[in-house]
């Protein structure tokens, strides 16, 4: 069974930073893009980052400059360095990674538990 387990969520103040951490771990064949999204209360799930398995990165225009993707492929891992946190970024923020089970299935979208994430001003 495949399971993506986030950790490095917390609370921080403004200005300070975190770094999440996301393994995948199960049976798998493949894994294409891997990415991070957050939802705020009382607002949807929006994309913070993505990058793909040839290291091509997509940032939301909120945390350019300010937070960073990068990913182990040969240990199945995704992170987030996240810099000069605000206020507007607390969240609970979810791992997402597009995998391949085997040659024969095409790829699905496993997500993790999520992680909450509490910056204080």
């Known amino acids: 069974q495949v399971q993506l387990v986030e950790s490095g969520g917390g609370l921080v103040q403004a200005g300070g930073s975190l770094k999440l951490s996301c393994a995948v771990s199960g049976s798998i064949f493949t894994i294409n893009a891997m990415g991070w999204y957050r939802q705020a209360p009382g607002k949807s799930r929006e994309l913070v980052a993505v990058?793909?398995?040839?290291?091509?990165?997509t940032y939301a225009d909120s945390v350019k400059g300010r937070f960073t993707i990068s990913r182990d492929t040969a240990n199945n891992a995704v992170y987030l360095q996240m810099n000069s946190l605000n206020p507007e970024d607390t969240a609970v923020y979810y791992c997402?990674?597009?995998?391949?089970?085997?040659?024969?299935?095409?790829?699905?979208?496993?997500w993790g538990q999520g992680t909450q994430v509490t910056v204080s001003s």
């Open positions: 990058i793909t398995r040839g290291g091509s990165t």
């Open positions: 997402n990674a597009k995998i391949r089970l085997s040659p024969l299935f095409s790829e699905r979208d496993y």
